[in-house]
T-cell receptor, first 112, second 111 residues
């Protein structure tokens, strides 16, 4: 069964350091999402791509967060510098025109 | 602004009973609603979805009801099993676009 792949599963970093997460969507899915989920809350959209183009990054803290999907396939989300409040689960999801969003297992980030 | 909220943060049911998880939304423009199940340490897993032109949809042991008049949807799980224990999220939006998630309800199934 096709899955959204994310790595790493867990990441511990010191505040002010840079950190990056990687996502490989389900093959053929043109839409890719990055969500952030704080413990005990629902996921919140950070950025949405349609192929290689950003269609919604209104909730992305652009002073420290960046996301790219250069070839319209896999994607990287970067935080620089990381802050204590960035500790959360970072979820990647993908969808095609007629499917729901499928989520990966997420990257659990802890900033110390 | 837009919001999607769940009525109860926790729900405890006996194994074999039916479970009902409720959700309210504020954005009348949402045309698509979806329920996800999330187990500890894992990503959300699709359960069932419903379009705004429907008021009921059934899956295997699950039923979603949508009441657009009062902006309310519910997830019904029949014959709840221990494996159903998880956090359940409702989300609303437009298919292929941004989903607004609720806070989640933690379902505990007692054997």
């Amino acid at each position: 069964e096709a899955e959204v792949a994310q790595s790493p599963r867990y990441k511990i970093t010191e505040k002010s350091q840079a950190v990056a997460f990687w996502c490989d969507p389900i093959s053929g899915h043109a839409t890719l999402y990055w969500y952030r989920q704080i413990l005990g809350q629902g996921p919140e959209l950070l950025v949405q791509f349609q192929d290689e183009s950003v269609v919604d990054d209104s909730q992305l803290p652009k002073d420290r967060f960046s996301a790219e999907r250069l070839k319209g396939v896999d994607s990287t989300l970067k935080i620089q510098p990381a802050e204590l409040g960035d500790s959360a689960m970072y979820l990647c999801a993908s969808s095609s025109i007629n499917t729901e969003a499928f989520f990966g297992q997420g990257t659990r980030l802890t900033v110390v | 602004g837009e919001s999607v909220g769940l009525h109860l943060p926790t729900l405890s049911v006996q194994e074999g009973d039916n479970s009902i998880i409720n959700c309210a939304y504020s954005n009348s423009a949402s045309d698509y609603f979806i329920w996800y199940k999330q187990e500890s340490g894992k990503g959300p897993q699709f359960i069932i979805d419903i379009r705004s032109n429907m008021d009921k949809r059934q899956g295997q042991r699950v039923t979603v009801l949508l009441n657009k008049t009062v902006k309310h949807l519910s997830l019904q799980i029949a014959a709840t099993q221990p494996g159903d224990s998880a956090v359940y999220f409702c989300a609303g939006g437009n298919q292929g676009g941004k989903l607004i998630f609720g806070q989640g309800t933690e379902l505990s199934v007692k054997p």
